[in-house]
């Protein structure tokens, strides 16, 4: 799935924190110049409508999101739906690739761009 067939949405890539699989937080990492083009400074949170129907919030009011330091959507239901649809955990410096595409005021939804075969 390249960009032209996102329409209006991007591609972010998954996200882990921790180098230990049991104990890490996960989100969705996000380009600076999609941030720029699809949040606004003055959200709070956004939420997210994930496969499994789970909605997940992740919160868009902290420094990290708008410097370069971070720029990821975090929650512990993204890392739920992750693990339980076998995306995580990923192969050293291959993590998945995730469809978000705009839903609504402060609302995405989410999809794993499934990988190609070489």
Same mark, same amino acid.
């Given at each position: 799935?390249?960009?032209? @067939?996102? &329409?209006? &949405? ?9 180098? =230990?699989?049991?104990? +890490?937080?996960? #989100? ?10 699809f949040f606004r ?5 956004? @939420?997210? /409508?994930? %496969?499994? &129907?789970?909605?997940?919030? +992740?919160?868009?009011?902290?420094? =990290? ?5 971070? /720029?990821e959507l975090i =929650? +512990?239901?993204? #890392?739920?739906?992750? *693990?339980?649809? #076998?995306?995580? %955990?990923? $192969?050293?410096?291959? $993590? $998945?690739?995730i469809s978000i595409? $705009?839903? #609504?005021? *402060? ?10 075969? &070489?």
């Open positions: 799935m390249d960009r032209d @067939s996102l &329409g209006a &949405g991007f591609v972010a890539t998954a996200w882990k924190n921790a180098t =230990s699989w049991q104990r +890490a937080a996960y #989100g969705l990492k996000i380009t600076a110049e999609d941030r720029d083009r400074h003055e959200w709070k949170t956004v @939420s997210l /409508r994930l %496969p499994n &129907g789970v909605i997940a919030t +992740a919160n868009v009011d902290k420094e =990290s999101f708008w410097n370069d330091t971070c /720029r =929650s +512990a239901e993204i #890392g739920a739906w992750l *693990r339980d649809a #076998g995306l995580a %955990p990923w $192969p050293d410096r291959a $993590p $998945p690739r595409i $705009p839903d #609504g005021d *402060r609302a995405f939804l989410v999809r794993a761009i499934k990988a190609e075969k &070489g």
